[in-house]
């Protein structure tokens, strides 16, 4: 199940150039480049006519260039040149998709391209906000973009998954939880009182001693997890507010399927103590990643149970309260969607 009327990162910044670059996204094959002026461009990845993946060719004077009989195309998508052929015909041209470059990604929007409206993207800021230091990645992920949506919704796998470095018993245990809905996003807040600080924090944080410590959960649909985390030292206020003393990060998720099985999880850890002490946000982003590839160990093994049982059952737990929330919006969207039948063909 894809959402088609949404913005998805396709990139980071650094990933699209000159040179044409292939990603399969929502099961379409895309094809990314830059023009000389810098500007993002996405096609279909498909020459209409004997349907080479056009990334296979060359920018050529900002057209991409088919590999195989040299057919150009310009960045709007109208071809304009035929080798050893003076007429072309109107009709023939590529698709192109909406783009924009906001906080070291670029964006897509697979959907009706009259709604791709930029002031829709989520906001990243603490990408690109000089008071906060932030490191990334993307991973192909062998597994359904909605596994890693439950994932970040239920933080008491940190427990179990990543007893070395985010996690320890108290954050199963010990959290105080609310979730809150909106029309399209779900807020599920932690607070985990007077307990022993993680690896990680302790690394990052030299708490003294037991720490208050948050997880404020912000899903956006369809698939945007902005996580706000930290810890202050138990007895310094910080659940009534006051973060003195204390660590701050944002843990910002932007999950682009590729196809019903696999995903692009494109994710980074930003942080605002030391923001611009690269050691520091190496730190932070090597902490992080270390999970997350324990996660991603998880994900693509639950996606071969579920492709072996595809009709097997589900229980449900209390920690499930917010991702139960966030999949009937997904659920309410998609039928909306397809109700207007604004899927592309
Ligand atoms: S297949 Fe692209 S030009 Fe022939
Ligand atoms: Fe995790």
Not at 169 to 175: F, K, R, Y
Not at 278 to 293: I, K, M, N, Y
């Amino acid at each position: 199940m894809f959402l088609y009327n949404h913005w998805y990162v396709a990139a980071w910044s650094t990933e699209v150039s000159g040179q044409p670059l292939a990603r399969t996204l929502l099961n379409e094959p895309v094809v990314l480049y830059r023009t000389a002026d810098g500007q993002p461009v996405a096609m279909e990845d498909r020459c209409p006519h004997r349907r080479a993946p056009l990334s296979l060719g060359k920018v050529v004077n900002d057209r991409l260039q088919c590999h195989y009989h040299g057919l150009q195309f310009a960045p709007g998508g109208a071809c304009v040149r035929i080798p050893g052929q003076e007429r072309i015909p109107a009709s023939v041209s590529v698709r192109t998709y909406p783009v924009a470059e906001r906080y070291r990604w670029v964006w897509i929007w697979m959907g009706n391209p009259d709604e791709a409206d930029p002031d829709l993207i989520p906001d990243y800021r603490w990408m690109t906000d000089d008071q906060w230091g932030a490191k990334g990645d993307r991973y192909h992920v062998k597994a359904n973009w909605q596994l890693i949506v439950d994932n970040l919704l239920d933080l008491t796998h940190l427990a179990f998954v990543h007893e070395t470095t985010i996690g320890n018993a108290a954050v199963a245990e010990s959290a105080d939880v609310k979730v809150t809905r909106g029309p399209a996003n779900v807020l599920v807040t932690r607070w985990i009182i007077d307990q022993p600080p993680p690896p990680t924090y302790a690394k990052v944080g030299n708490f003294p001693g037991p720490v208050d410590r948050w997880q404020f959960i912000d899903f956006t649909a369809p698939s945007f997890l902005r996580l706000h985390v930290g810890a202050t030292p138990t007895g310094t206020g910080g659940p009534q507010g006051n973060l003195e003393g204390g660590i701050q990060m944002r843990n910002l998720n932007c999950i682009t399927p590729e196809t019903e099985s696999t995903t692009h999880y494109f994710w980074a850890q930003a942080h605002n103590f030391d923001p611009h002490n690269q050691a520091v946000t190496d730190l932070a982003f090597e902490q992080v990643s270390t999970a997350f590839r324990e996660d991603v160990v998880v994900f693509e093994a639950q996606q071969r149970v579920i492709a072996h049982c595809p009709d097997s059952k589900e229980i449900d737990i209390n920690s499930d309260a917010g991702g139960i929330q966030a999949r009937r919006i997904l659920a309410r969207m998609h039928d909306a969607e397809t109700a207007r039948q604004s899927v592309p063909a």
